[in-house]
């Protein structure tokens, strides 16, 4: 069927719009609903457009089936094969010539087109479709082609589309790199019956139970929404066995083959009814023929960085309502249809809106190395619609520049390029990197290791490698593809654990780990990133020095923090750690403060990351000897630490920072502790400190011109009756003041002043019993207004003292 004869669709409306906008050399953003065409027609239909000629257009998808899928309906509808003007490229398979104008391509593989040439030579528009799942390759070559168009390539035009997507984030993120035409798609759908019927039952059996019921129920075929391959091959099992060969029942996800996946995707050949059980891969971009039933689990499978495992792994939740209306929405593209949601009505409103983008969970280390590939080194330096994590960009350029793959300033090395250049995560590229150089069968048990790795295969649960090797099954199944890495008949002998320990090292040189402690349950181990793990003493590597870890998990609570279980390990011995990690191992003095002593202990260690892998104790120091480390505990602790809570010490100390604040130099003493500290230490390393001995320190924060200054106007007591003098307050919350009992102003009528220019002080009046009774700052109005009060309050309260009507004739006889 040619386009031209095609029925019209939804999309059609829209797609004059769209030319005119992208004629205009206008970005867009197209909102348009499931099914409306805008995966398959609107990209053909831009083919032909004047300022595409001798350009070719790239369509960006999420995933790959929904990528290969893409290209086969639009190659269908030009009446050609894939490779032709349509063509597709998805990871190990790549289908173009030099005819092709529209590449349908997953956004990894575009993410690496665009890092490998930022120019992107010969192509003038691309779509990024399904927009809204914010997958993290997606928003990373969305990144990059927006540098692209501002830096190299103004005439390259840009696209967003999807159903659900928050057309004004992406309007502005677009518009600040030219000029962006938000277009709508009013194409609507048929009619979806909603049916809420939630179960207690597993996810599982849930929807083969509704799904048997709604066979006989409504019309047409079904498809079934699980959240991933385990369950949905489970329901697949329970179904062909519940319906016979009466119903034909299709698994489909991203592992199935290519035969499979036609099967799912076609009308059934012998002409019976149809269940597809897939995972959110059907969500959106692929249509299925005669589906006019959705049963929804209402469960999805998402990427969850685990910053204590090191890994992304998936993790089930409850799906976003967004995603939950794109699933109603594949029963209703082509008729009438029903949706069976597995919940109640009412829980909808709790679940989020929109799928969380990737970038704000996942493990950032090959996002990280791609961008410093790029020349982005700073988490900000291309446009993101959302920033990466701190913590997550941070632990990424430590893990990556472990691997060799960054410098010292978060640069790209040669190294990070070739590891870059690999399919596969930047920790087990720079394992296979590493084992280029060995002699080849070595070298094919490295990849077939990384392949394990990656796809959780044999070693997936094993407690050690070397349980997993010894295994029977497991080491004829490694042999044999052993020998057709080699292509020989017969494969080498499996390695022993020591030749895999040092592979996983250069792939997990942050997961070396240290013995440290036995309570005779369990061995803890502090690995090199800084966490800790355990493993039970009965485990055979529980009395293993060192340990390389590759899986973490589970593990005990111990007071806020989750100490993780080691599920994955072998052995590795420290000369084989200092000699493969020699250039991330440094000989550091590391020193303590002791406070009680005021000393300073050191120890001369050998370090990589938290571990110390030698420790030597070596002489303390003390006195000016320790007075970095004394600067750092009294900046840590405060002035105060200085006074051990003596009176006299504390308000020596307040009375200089009343002075430095005076002077606008509120933290003078804090900033000065090289000046005046060492006149602290003289003759003495540790506390306690006479208060002749402070007084003289802090003079030494003191220069002449200061010191005569303190002494003339910030005196420490002021003069009362006679001889009689009382301290003054300087640390007071309302400045400086003196607190002392009524009868030792008796006789003043006077206000107590301080310093050269007689500045008042705040008097705080105390009963007997040393508690404040009244508060002035104008002695001879209070001994006329305020006094009559307190006085026949402390009279009858404490009748034996003096409280004479007039105090300020002195002390007089009670009437």
Request: charged content about 25%; some cysteine.
């Amino acid at each position: 069927m040619s386009a031209d004869t095609s029925p019209s669709l939804p999309i059609d409306e829209s797609v004059p719009a769209v030319q005119q906008a992208l004629a205009d050399r206008s970005h867009v953003v197209l909102i348009a609903p499931p099914g409306a065409g805008k995966s398959t027609r609107l990209p053909l239909a831009l083919l032909d457009q004047p300022w595409l000629a001798n350009q070719k257009a790239i369509l960006v998808v999420p995933r790959r089936l929904a990528a290969l899928g893409a290209a086969r309906r639009m190659a269908d509808e030009l009446g050609e094969k894939v490779g032709q003007r349509v063509g597709h490229r998805v990871r190990f398979d790549t289908n173009v010539s030099r005819s092709t104008q529209l590449e349908v391509v997953t956004d990894g593989v575009f993410t690496r087109m665009i890092a490998d040439a930022p120019e992107l030579h010969g192509v003038g528009l691309v779509m990024f479709d399904e927009v809204h799942e914010r997958a993290l390759a997606a928003d990373l070559g969305l990144a990059f082609a927006l540098e692209a168009h501002t830096v190299l390539r103004p005439d390259l035009r840009l696209m967003a589309m999807s159903a659900t997507v928050d057309g004004a984030k992406f309007q502005s993120l677009f518009a600040d790199h030219g000029r962006c035409e938000t277009i709508t798609s009013d194409g609507a759908m048929f009619p979806v019956t909603t049916h809420h019927e939630p179960t207690s039952l597993p996810a599982v059996d849930g929807v083969v139970e509704a799904a048997i019921k709604a066979l006989k129920r409504f019309e047409g075929d079904g498809l079934i929404f699980l959240p991933g391959q385990r369950e949905i091959e489970a329901a697949c099992s329970a179904l062909r066995q519940a319906v016979s060969d009466q119903v034909a029942v299709h698994a489909l996800y991203g592992a199935v083959s290519r035969p499979a996946q036609d099967a799912a995707l076609k009308p059934d050949s012998e002409g019976r009814r149809k269940l597809v059980v897939a995972s959110a891969i059907a969500e959106t971009s692929l249509t299925i023929p005669g589906v006019r039933i959705v049963v929804d689990s209402g469960l999805a499978r998402r990427p969850t960085y685990d910053p204590v495992r090191g890994v992304t792994r998936l993790e089930t939740k409850a799906a976003s309502r967004a995603s939950i209306d794109q699933r109603r929405g594949r029963a209703g593209r082509l008729t009438p249809g029903h949706c069976i949601r597995l919940w109640r009505r009412e829980e909808e409103g709790g679940r989020p809106a929109q799928d969380r983008p990737e970038i704000l969970d996942a493990d950032l280390s090959s996002a990280r190395l791609t961008m410093a590939l790029w020349g982005a080194l700073e988490r900000d330096a291309v446009p993101f619609l959302d920033q990466p994590p701190q913590r997550a960009w941070d632990e990424a350029g430590l893990l990556l520049q472990s691997l060799g793959a960054l410098d010292y300033r978060g640069a790209g090395t040669q190294l990070g390029a070739q590891i870059a250049s690999r399919p596969t995560h930047p920790r087990l590229a720079a394992m296979l990197e590493r084992a280029r150089s060995n002699e080849q069968s070595d070298a094919a048990w490295t990849a077939i290791l990384a392949g394990e790795l990656a796809e959780r295969g044999v070693l997936n649960g094993a407690q050690r490698l070397k349980s997993a090797l010894q295994d029977r099954h497991i080491a004829k199944r490694l042999r044999s593809l052993h020998a057709r890495f080699l292509g020989k008949a017969q494969s080498h002998p499996i390695p022993d654990e020591a030749t895999f320990a040092l592979h996983l090292l250069r792939a997990y040189p942050d997961r070396l780990a240290k013995r440290q402690k036995d309570d005779g349950q369990r061995a803890t181990y502090k690995l090199a990133q800084g966490m800790q793990a355990t493993l039970e003493t009965h485990q055979p590597l529980a009395n293993a020095p060192y340990l390389v870890v590759v899986d973490l998990g589970g593990g005990r609570k111990t007071g806020t923090a989750r100490v993780p279980d080691i599920r994955l390990a072998v052995p590795v011995a420290e000369d084989v750690v200092r000699d493969e990690l020699a250039a991330q191992i440094i000989e550091d003095e590391v020193k303590t403060f002791d406070p009680t002593s005021w000393t300073v202990r050191v120890r001369k260690e050998t370090r990589l990351g938290a571990i110390a892998l030698s420790s030597e104790a070596q002489p303390r120091k003390t006195g000016m000897d320790a007075l970095p480390e004394i600067i750092a505990h009294v900046q840590a602790k405060g002035l105060a630490s200085l006074a051990e809570r003596d009176k006299a010490k504390l308000a020596l100390l307040a009375r200089h920072e009343a002075f430095h604040a005076a002077r606008a130099a509120p933290n003078a003493l804090m900033d000065r502790l090289d000046m005046w500290l060492p006149t602290l230490l003289e003759g003495t390393s540790a506390p306690p400190f006479s208060v002749e001995r402070l007084h003289k320190a802090l003079e030494a924060a003191l220069d002449w011109d200061e010191r005569q200054a303190f002494e003339r106007q910030w005196p420490s007591s002021v003069g009362l009756r006679g001889d009689q003098r009382t301290r003054i307050l300087y640390d007071h919350p309302a400045g400086p003041a003196i607190s002392v009992r009524p009868q030792a102003l008796y006789g003043l009528d006077s206000h107590p002043t301080f310093g050269v220019d007689d500045q008042p002080l705040l008097i705080e009046m105390l009963s007997p019993a040393q508690r404040p009774i009244a508060l002035t700052s104008d002695l001879s109005a209070f001994w006329r207004a305020g006094w009559k009060d307190v006085r026949k309050d402390m009279r009858a309260r404490y009748p034996k003292h003096d409280w004479p009507e007039d105090p300020w004739n002195g002390p007089g006889k009670q009437r």
